[in-house]
């Protein structure tokens, strides 16, 4: 088995939008590009 790729997600804790609330939408770009990792590390 090899190693296809690594990922290194850091956050800040508004990213999570039960902690940020309405402050999530100032990292909105963040949570996107954490959706698309997340979808290519699902494929």
């Known amino acids: 088995m090899s190693i296809l790729?690594?990922?290194l997600l850091p956050?800040?804790?508004i990213m999570i939008e039960e902690?940020?609330?309405r402050e999530t939408q100032k990292v909105i770009s963040s949570v996107k590009a954490a959706d698309t990792?997340?979808?290519e590390i699902q494929e």
């Open 5 to 7: 790729s690594c990922y």
């Open 11 to 13: 956050h800040p804790a």
């Open 19 to 21: 902690v940020g609330g």
């Open 37 to 39: 990792v997340g979808k």
